[in-house]
């Protein structure tokens, strides 16, 4: 029986849905997949992205890792497509390649001021917060009033994380450097902008309730921003998510607000216009304009400007994908180009043997469940174009073990991860945490290959 050697470029949710719905499906051939990423653990954004009060969402884990468990995937962590491998050596010992690279970089904002002094990326944050290893350990958290722009998940996670009391997180993974930092964060107001209203936010019920259970934090929500118009009575009435969020914001609505020492305040109808600068080039405040519903369910300007000082901002207008070496990239939209995951050349044709799952394939949208209907129809294309696969030479399973190893690449293996994960397991425990995440990439690949 022939076998697809495939190599799948990422262990985040997309990549090992990838490998684990291949090893099921229906096939007339057998597969031997190895799983080559970047960091020395597996799990991408999951690790990397879901903010670490959310044990919940970081408990996919354990399906996931169940599928590499298994012992049909070879896992080879630290190893970094385009640098400790290119695409001419995947075609050597491979029938196929899935990118499943994700997103890790922030979406730009294009208003003034957003280069200054104390403006952030919150993808960096999430980053650092959530221990990734190539992000720097500090980070200047010294304002009082911060600036979170944007209207989804991503936008309140940081908020969140900002807002939220230090002590509430240390049962949590956070690493040590992160909780020391925030357990010193002198804020007391954080301001998220949506440029929309309360019927066309992007954020879910559960991560909006959340915000106001947290201690000593008060929730602010301003009565002008609940004049609603027909297209948002209609967008409540028809969507039980639209419903429950604005349910939840108007409860907040009648809630006196207290003495708290910190306060986290939602505006809605208020689109960022500039950043200004103090005399030493640091962010001073936020200008906004009030906007207003259009009738048809979105919003205009209104002409009103508006200025609230601040000493740092945070935009959260998503996520962007990153170029692969040798392979086409969508520069508009962040993506590898493809057609139901078949990557796509600059004339639209197929790429034999290159495919694309997950967020490099349709952007930084969507939930870890949606990786896995992703994966399900770029599978599908793996499986039916078998004609066109590639012819590698050095098929054998050892062949690639040789070449990273003659290359002096430090790869991971998934016992060693298995050994970073105990390590890091016992550490939490010593303290009655969950877990205490390893941050350094040396130390992360010590633990694992020892
Ligand atoms: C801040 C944040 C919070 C989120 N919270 C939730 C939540 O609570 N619930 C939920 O369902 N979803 C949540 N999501 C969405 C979820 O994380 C994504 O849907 C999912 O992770 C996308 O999966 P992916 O495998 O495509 O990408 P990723 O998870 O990003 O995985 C991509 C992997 O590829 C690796 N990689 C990249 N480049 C290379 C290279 N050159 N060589 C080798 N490896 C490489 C990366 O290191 C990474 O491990 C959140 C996302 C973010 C950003």
Redesign the pocket.
Known sequence: MTTLRLAI?????????AADLLIKAERHFDVSIDL????PA??????????PD?PR?KG?ITALREVLDRGDIRFFGN???????TLDDLKKHYNAVI??????TDAPLAIPGIELEGSYG??DF?SWF?GHPDVPRTWPLEAQSVAVIGNG??AL??SRILAKHADDLLPTEIPDNVYEILKSSPVTDVHVFGRRGPAQVKFTPL?LRELGEMRDVDMIVYDEDFELDEASKAAIASNKQVFVINKVLNQWRERPVGEASRRLHLHFYAKPLEITSDADGRVASIRYERTRPDGAGSVEGTGEIREIEIQAIYRAVG?FG?P??DIPFDERHGVIPNHEGQALADDNSVIPGVYA?????RG????????KS?AMETIQHVVNDQASWWAPTHPDEQSIVELLTSRGVEFTTIDGWHQLDQHELALGEAEGRLRKKVVPRDEMIRVSNT
């Open positions: 470029v990422g262990a985040g949710p997309a990549g090992i849905y080559f990423e970047h960091l597996p799990y991408g954004l999951v690790r990397y992205g879901v903010a959310h969402i996919i190893v970094r497509y385009g640098v400790d491998v990118f499943a690279t994700g997103a890790i919150a993808a999430v959530d998940n991503v996670d940081v991560e996520y990153s692969l070496a799952t997950g967020w490099i394939k930084p949208v969507g939930l870890i469940g949606h990786t992703d």
